[in-house]
């Protein structure tokens, strides 16, 4: 099946279009537009068409456009749903598509209800001072293929909310559920509020090109830290906002006194949600020597009963790696692993692109496995004697996404919590993202938040009006 692009509100009929394929099958998923330079032309021209009378409707207007577009993101769940499934992989069952679906749904829900009203800085007989927040333009928004729908709406909605009009690429792996959300959106937003783009990326790089583009004036990102980088410099030139959720290597620090047996699902969770295929996953796990083994064998107890199979059958809980490049990386990783530390779990490649939950203890700062992000599911875990010792480790990397501590002293752990250099930590869980509380990283993880009030700021300019 051919999908189509839409822009300014009517579909594109491209002159070439690429495969996606099934990553649970090899099969062909679809097929989408593969676009160059002048089709982002006029998307970007369409946005900026749009803008001119989008913005200008009023609060009360706006927020009714992303309740209708929220209304026919949950009208089609079901069709959503099963499309990332075909082409991402991932099941349509436990935390796969459906649950993305949901968390879509609800992300969109909760943005719509956000509104920034204009605040008063001074009244009195000096004068008045206001401050209004404006939007910016056109938004361009460039999504990873391990979420791509959700995050997709992560991008989008508080680009709506706030008056902004949008030109979206997916990325090439995962492009047909955003070309079918676009349009359905587009039933009920105004021609050009919201446009996508899809390439191959083997020839144009639209990415590329849209950070450069001197018609979008904000570029929001999620994906690794290499090409949030290359975006942050292309951008400079036309001095564009930014928001970059790039890459992590998660720590999490269990504490002597957690127990083993009611922390081991959390753990696996935190893990191999999305088979680890998620940038705020656990990916390095620091836990005290007093309680090392105990820990390894209630996990590896309750990672083998977790079934892994093609997304469309009702009994898989985990799919495959999403694509050969990062299925290639988790395999180079685990081989070092194997032997530098001792398999638990897994550690051989299955059929196509299917790796089993795979668990190595016996490693340390220092080896690939827990110095890079592996983003698929292959758990380190790391013997410590010290708590200092393992604060120390798991602050000596690169990214700040995203930690966790695990105890059974709430105090304890928010106190080891507050001194993890990362832009979340989470108490006895990991991962847990919610719409009302802001998400961003530190060091090389990120530029700006999402979510919230203070994601939804991220979206305009302040003007100050005195009186």
Request: charged content about 20%.
């Amino acid at each position: 099946m051919d999908y189509k692009a839409t822009i300014g509100g009517k579909p594109v009929q491209a002159q070439a279009h690429f495969s996606v394929i099934n990553p649970a099958t090899g099969a062909e998923a679809g097929r989408a537009p593969d676009l160059g330079l002048a089709d982002l032309d006029a998307a970007v021209a369409a946005a900026n068409e749009a803008f001119m009378s989008w913005s200008a409707q009023s609060d009360e207007a706006l927020q009714a456009a992303c309740a209708a577009v929220t209304a026919k993101i949950e009208e089609h769940q079901a069709e959503l749903a099963e499309i990332i499934t075909l082409e991402q992989g991932k099941p349509m069952n436990g935390l796969g598509s459906r649950w993305e679906m949901g968390g879509a749904h609800a992300w969109a829900g909760y943005t719509t209800a956000l509104s920034l009203p204009v605040k008063v800085l001074q009244d009195n007989e000096q004068g008045r001072v206001e401050l209004h927040r404006k939007p910016l333009g056109v938004v361009g928004s460039i999504t990873p293929w391990n979420f791509p729908v959700m995050i997709a709406i992560w991008h989008i909605m508080p680009a709506l909310r706030t008056g902004n009009t949008v030109v979206i690429k997916p990325s090439p792996f995962t492009p047909l559920s955003t070309l079918r959300l676009v349009e359905i959106i587009n039933e009920v937003l105004p021609a050009g509020v919201v446009n996508v783009v899809t390439g191959s990326d083997k020839g144009v790089n639209l990415g590329a090109a849209m950070s450069d583009h001197p018609g979008i004036r904000k570029i929001v990102f999620t994906g690794s830290c290499a090409t949030g980088q290359k975006i942050m410099r292309s951008a400079a030139n036309t001095m564009k906002r930014l928001t970059l959720e790039m890459g992590g290597n998660d720590a999490g620090i269990v504490l002597p006194d957690a127990d083993p047996k009611a922390i081991a699902e959390g753990l696996f969770w935190g893990a191999f949600i999305n088979n680890g295929q998620t940038c705020a996953a656990l990916k390095r796990l620091y836990v005290h020597e007093s309680i090392h083994d105990a820990v390894c064998d209630e996990l590896v107890a309750y990672a083998k009963n977790i079934p892994v199979g093609n997304g469309m059958e009702e009994t898989s809980i985990l799919g495959p790696i999403q694509n050969r490049a990062q299925f290639d990386k988790v395999s180079r990783l685990v081989a070092d692993a194997k032997r530098n530390g001792k398999v638990l779990l897994g550690g051989e490649p299955g059929e196509g692109l299917f790796f089993p939950p795979t668990i190595v203890a016996g490693l340390k700062n220092g080896d690939p496995l827990v110095d890079e992000e592996q983003f698929g599911p292959a758990l380190p875990i790391i013997r410590y004697s010290d708590v200092e010792e393992a604060i120390r480790f798991a602050n000596d990397s690169p990214n700040g996404l995203g930690g966790s501590v695990w105890s059974s002293d709430i105090e304890a752990a928010k106190t080891v919590a507050s001194r993890i250099t990362t832009g979340s930590v989470w108490i006895n869980k990991h991962g847990a993202i919610q719409p009302n509380a802001p998400f961003g990283g530190v060091k090389s993880s990120g530029l700006g938040v999402e979510f919230g009030e203070e994601g939804l700021v991220e979206y305009t300019d302040i003007q100050v009006i005195f009186s």
